[in-house]
Structures are given as C-alpha cells and as structure tokens.
C-alpha cells in the first residue's frame, strides 16, 4: 500500500457521511463505518456484495441505481435524490423494516491498478426531511380543508339567518352570536386538540359560553366520545342553537327550568345523543321552521348519517340524535 492509498482509507473512514467504493460490477470494495452503521449492516457482509442485490428494490428504482452508476463509471458526476428503501433500524435488534429515505452521489474515481474502473457513491438519510415535509403537506391539505367547510358554515348561517329575520337588526344580532359560537370552536380545534373534540368539550365550551348564570341548570352524563374536526364543528352549532332557544323559549328562560344531557349507546350499536328540558308550562310547537330547527333536524343528522326526533311536550323541548357506530368513538380509540 502506497502512503496516497494510505491517507486515502485513513480520511476515507474519518469521514462521517456514509460513503462506498465500488466497482464496474456494482460490488462493493470499500466502505466507511458511518456507511455500515447508515445501513445496518456490518462490514463483513458488505465487502464483496452486489450493492443491488444487497438491497434490491422495484425495476424502477434499481434501473435508477444502475444509470447513475454507469453514468459514474463513464466519468460524470450523478445523482439521485430521495430514494425510498425499507430498512431495519440498525440500533434496535431484529427490528421490522421502516419507511427509509436516501439521497445517492456517485462520484468518478481514477482506476483502481487492481480493480480496474471504480467509483464513489455518497449517501444521505433524508428520511427526516422528507418526512416533515410530508407532515407540512398533510398540515396545509388538512388546513384548507377546514378552512373550507367553516366558510360553508358561514354561508349557511348568513343564508338562513337571513331568512328567518325580520330586519337587519335582528339578523346582525343573531348571525354575530352563532358566529361566535362557531369561532369558539375553531379555536379550540386550532390549538392542542387538532384532531377533534368530545362530545363533553363541546358541550361544556357552549354553555360556559353561554350560560353564564344558568350552569347549573343543566346536566351532563355520557362516556368519554370523540367527534371529528368537521363533525364537532357543526355538532357545536346545532347546541348553540338548542341553548339559544332553551334560552329565550324553553327550560332556561325560567327559574325553574332543567335541561339533562345525556348521551349513550345502546345494543344495536349507534349512538345517541339527548337532551331533555323540564320545568316548562304550556309549551307548544312554533308556527315557522327556523334555522335552529333546521340544524337541528336536518343539517346535522344530514352530516353525521344519522337521523334526529324532536318534540315540544308541555313541559319542556326533548330533542334526541342517532348516529353511526363510526360517528363518533372512544377517545383514545
């Protein structure tokens, strides 16, 4: 071994990216510790192999490979970027294969006297990069996406406000308080609870909102269920709407009045949501079908495939929804 072959393996194995030497066979001559440790797999095995047999992939990929490294081989630099190879990580023993990606350089080198055409190949674990710029794509998508379905709350909240007003007065004050609802739960879906709200926090930020001397006219009980972002979303208008008018026509514009909140699910597999007003004297149905009405027996059992019964008794407004098993779910689940 000469002193330049000498310095040569001595830098080539200092360097901490992963690096290998091959030849016109595709075989490996030379590897670096970062390129066994990279790779998971020990010096002894790797000397010798045939790079893409070692770790073979699709025609596609491995016809890829194969054009970068004769492409290296006719003297010119190529490269190859974000290559996908499932790999075992090789800090855990007889771990399962994960979702790996690698950035190729492959290098021109001068002749080996012994091995004839030879060159480098450089590697990089992208893996990382590519997998928070997914995140980022999937945050973005998932951001539009809600973005777009509270922009059709809006228009359906302006169009049916509208509707049921009698002047402008009236319609700005109650748009302003559903839109305030819906902005609540918004926000709250915006911060730590991404992923959906319960049945219970939704509840619980509408009346806390709302009912500010009446909380303890009404009561909760149900298990632990998580709702979607879009079907919490609108699941938070629709008890808008029933506090609103247990508010201003049912339980809650008495001193007496109680409302009881339950939800369950029974034998057949759905799930049911109730709630029930008491204390009531003399209460009849409404001429006119509102908004209110409208979301509760319509657009919301519309969105969560399910179907809604309502009734105005003498006593008080009951209103019960049944949805799918797959609606809503166990949090933790």
């Not at 290998?20 to 066994?36: S, T």
């Not at 055409?117 to 997998?131: A, I, K, M, S, W």
């Not at 710029?133 to 379905?149: M, P, V, W």
Request: proline share 5%.
């Amino acid at each position: 071994m000469t002193d330049a072959d000498f310095d040569f393996q001595r830098i080539f194995q200092l360097t901490t990216a992963p690096h290998a030497v091959l030849d016109a066979d595709f075989r490996i001559l030379l590897v670096n510790d970062a390129y066994c440790a990279g790779v998971g797999v020990g010096r002894e095995t790797l000397i010798g192999a045939h790079l893409l047999e070692l770790f073979p992939g699709d025609e596609e990929r491995q016809a890829l490979v194969s054009k970068a490294f004769l492409t290296a081989l006719s003297g010119q630099v190529a490269s190859l970027k974000e290559l996908h190879y499932a790999i075992s990580d090789p800090t855990v023993p007889a771990a399962p294969k994960q979702d790996m990606w690698w950035t190729l350089d492959c290098i021109p080198m001068q002749p080996h006297p012994t091995h004839g055409p030879v060159f480098l190949v450089r590697v990089e674990n992208v893996t990382e990069e590519v997998q928070a710029r997914g995140k980022r794509d999937l945050f973005a998508s998932e951001l539009q996406h809600r973005i777009g379905n509270v922009l059709t709350l809006v228009q359906i909240i302006a169009r049916k406000t509208a509707q049921s007003s009698d002047d402008l007065t009236a319609f700005r004050a109650t748009y302003e308080s559903r839109i305030r609802a819906l902005g609540k739960t918004h926000a709250f879906l915006s911060g730590t609870n991404w992923d959906g709200m319960t049945v219970r926090q939704v509840l619980e930020q509408q009346i806390q909102s709302e009912l500010i001397d009446r909380v303890d006219a009404i009561g909760i009980s149900g298990p632990d269920w998580r709702m979607s972002v879009l079907h919490a979303q609108t699941f938070a208008m629709a008890v808008h709407e029933l506090i609103s008018n247990a508010m201003e026509h049912g339980a809650l514009a008495t001193a007496t009045g109680k409302v009881e909140i339950t939800w369950d699910r029974p034998q057949d597999g759905s799930h049911n949501f109730v709630w029930k007003e008491s204390g009531v004297s003399g209460l009849v149905a409404p001429d006119e079908t509102g908004f209110g009405m409208q979301m509760l027996t319509k657009l919301l059992p519309g969105q969560l495939g399910g179907k809604a019964v309502c009734a105005f008794t003498p006593t008080g407004f009951h209103y019960m929804l049944v949805v799918p098993e797959d609606v809503i779910v166990p949090v933790g689940q």
